[in-house]
């Protein structure tokens, strides 16, 4: 899906801006670059990278089965492609700029996923803290009632004998 959004953006590449970018990477620093391709009919994916140092193109691709969405996809390539990358001994790793936000985007849904999981806690703990204090009141209405109802005996018990129908 990232793919297809991509080619079909108008494309304004000039020479000026590819030594431009180069410019931008430390020399001993590989540019990693990863894509996938997603079919949510079969579930599968198409993984594809490449691993650029010093002018020298290393590209390699592989599939997936049993993928959940285009962005399980994504992290799946981009996974596959840092773990090439170590084997190969690419010590420093410059990621595309679509990984970035990849990346920036797990680790905002991480941090979203913590938060809930801490208000979720919180509730917990509000909501047993209220169920106590429910059951105590609860009790104590009880007592309240027990005791109402001694009272109205004890009261009608007094009243009868003095009237002597007891």
Sequence with gaps: MA???TDAQEKKA??????YLRELFPQNCSVLRADAAWRASSQQAGFGWTIKRQDVDVASFSTG???GSAL???AMAM???IQEARIL????LMMDLSVKK????VESIHDEMYYLHDREAEMQDLNRSTNSKMAWFSFLSLGVCLSVVG???WHLKSFFGKKKLI
């Design 14 to 19: 000039t020479p000026q801006q590819k030594k």
């Design 65 to 67: 089965s049993s993928v």
């Design 3 to 5: 793919k297809e959004w």
């Design 89 to 92: 001994g690419h010590k420093r």
């Design 151 to 153: 009272l109205q005996f």
């Design 79 to 81: 996974r596959q492609a």
């Design 102 to 105: 990849l990346f920036n985007t």
């Design 72 to 74: 399980t996809a994504e």
